[in-house]
Nanobody
Framework: QVRLVESGGDSVQTGGSLRLSCAASGKLVNSYSRGWFRQAPGKERKGVAV??????????EYAKGRFSISRDNSDNTKNALYLNMTDLKPEDPGEYFC?????????????????????WGQGTQVTVSS
């Protein structure tokens, strides 16, 4: 079983930066693809960034050049996944969710496929004010 716990959500001003973290339990999680999704109120959940177990990443168009996803498998107690967000815009707010598949799938194949993920965190809230 895999458990995901996000942290780092906050309220920032337009143009600001945030770093989201996702700690994962479960000894096989390092072999899974992992991603970040976001959901605005009343909207569907959408992919932000994904990194597969081989270290390949993919991003939604709006995230390219501003957001960066990384994973740190060096600490087995955390199996951390990060999302560094810069130049935050008024359209970026929402609940940000960490997710993991149950196997390694190429990042480009599942950036827009929330149904490909089996495990989800509870979310962390990001607010951007002008």
């Amino acid at each position: 079983q895999v458990r995901l716990v996000e942290s780092g959500g906050d309220s920032v001003q337009t143009g600001g930066s945030l770093r989201l973290s996702c700690a994962a339990s479960g000894k096989l999680v390092n072999s899974y693809s992992r991603g970040w999704f976001r959901q605005a109120p009343g909207k569907e959940r959408k992919g932000v960034a994904v990194v597969d177990a081989d270290g390949n990443s993919d991003y939604a168009e709006y995230a390219k050049g501003r957001f960066s996803i990384s994973r740190d498998n060096s600490d087995n107690t955390k199996n951390a996944l990060y999302l560094n967000m810069t130049d935050l815009k008024p359209e970026d707010p929402g609940e940000y969710f960490c997710a993991a598949s149950s196997r390694n799938i190429a990042a480009w194949m599942i950036i827009h496929r929330p149904d490909a993920y089996v495990y989800w965190g509870q979310g962390t809230q990001v607010t951007v004010s002008s």
